[in-house]
C-alpha cells in the first residue's frame, strides 16, 4: 500500500538568497529572515523541467496545516515527493522530536542538514532529508509509489534536496 508522502523540504526557496531587508532604509514591512522564507512559494521550488527529471508531475499540490507550516504534494514515479517549509523548526529543534527512528546529520550543500526516518516508516520505503533555511528549514519526503524496491529513497531525496537548496534563503 504504497501511499504517496511527498518530499518535504525544509527552508524553503525565496527570491534570492540575499532576499531579505539587510542595507535597506525601510523600517517596516518584513525583515527577518523568517519573513522572508515565510513569503517563498513552496510549489515553485523546482521548474517543470527539474520535475520531469525525478520523474514528477506537474502542478503540485498545495497543503497548507498550521499557519507556521506549507506543503506542496507532488505525484511522480518512480517515488512521489512532498516539499516542507517550516518556519519554527530548525534541524536541532526538528532533532529533538521523538518521532524518528533513524535520525543522521548531514550536509546539503555545505548546510546543515538531516537525513530521518519516521518510526513506523521504517518499511515504508519513506526517506526525509531536511535542511536549514531562513530561521526554519525545508523538508524534503521521498517515497517509493511502486514495487520493487530498487529505489534508494534517501540518495533521492538528497538529490531533490540539493536542487532546491541554492533557491532558498541562507540559515541565520
Known sequence: MAV?????LVGVTACS???GAEG????????SSEEVLASVDICNLLS???????GLEFPGESIDQLPWTSECDYSGDPVGVRFVKNTRQTVASSERKDVWAEFER???NGRSGARAITKGATQARTCNV????????IQVR?????LPDDVDE?????KIAETVEPKVPEPV
Not at 48 to 54: D, G, H, P, R, V
Not at 130 to 135: E, L, N, R, S, V
Not at 142 to 146: D, L, T, Y
Request: glycine share 14%.
Open 154 to 158: 534517501c540518495a533521492e531525496a538528497l
Open 4 to 8: 504517496l508522502a511527498g518530499a518535504v
Open 24 to 31: 535597506s532604509s525601510e523600517t517596516t514591512g518584513p525583515s
Open 130 to 137: 531536511m535542511f536549514d533555511a531562513g530561521q526554519g528549514m
Open 48 to 54: 517543470e523541467k527539474e520535475m520531469e527529471s525525478f
Open 142 to 146: 521521498v517515497q517509493e509509489v511502486a
Open 17 to 19: 538568497p540575499g532576499g
Open 106 to 108: 548531514i550536509e546539503v
